[in-house]
């Protein structure tokens, strides 16, 4: 068993995952803010690593997510991942 199995296979999750491919809501790394201390990995309740791992693209947002911005809240690094909605900034580490 994982943490929050429902989760992972929730109806409503699966609907909110189309809306995280349509570019509505996502969130922002600045890779070369990032120190790679696996705070954003460990924090997140879904267990999903592409914050952690993505060095390259901008926009780090998993098709899994559930928005809960933990990771954002997390980070120890001043404005290393960052949160939009409709291209406005919801919140900042």
């Known amino acids: 068993f994982v ?7 929730c109806p409503i999750g699966a609907m909110v995952s189309y809306f995280n491919r349509g570019g509505t809501a996502w969130i922002k790394k600045d890779a070369g803010k990032c120190t790679s201390c696996g705070t954003c990995r460990r924090c997140c309740p879904m267990d999903i690593e592409m914050v952690y791992r ?30 939009k909605l409709l291209g406005r900034t919801v919140a900042r580490s």
Not at 3 to 9: A, D, G, K, M, Q
Not at 73 to 80: A, I, V
Request: proline share 5%.
């Open 3 to 9: 943490p929050r199995l429902w989760c992972r296979i």
């Open 54 to 83: 993505e060095r390259k693209r901008v926009n780090v947002t998993d098709s899994a997510c559930v928005y809960c911005l933990r990771c954002v809240e997390e980070c120890p690094e001043t404005q290393c991942l960052e949160a």
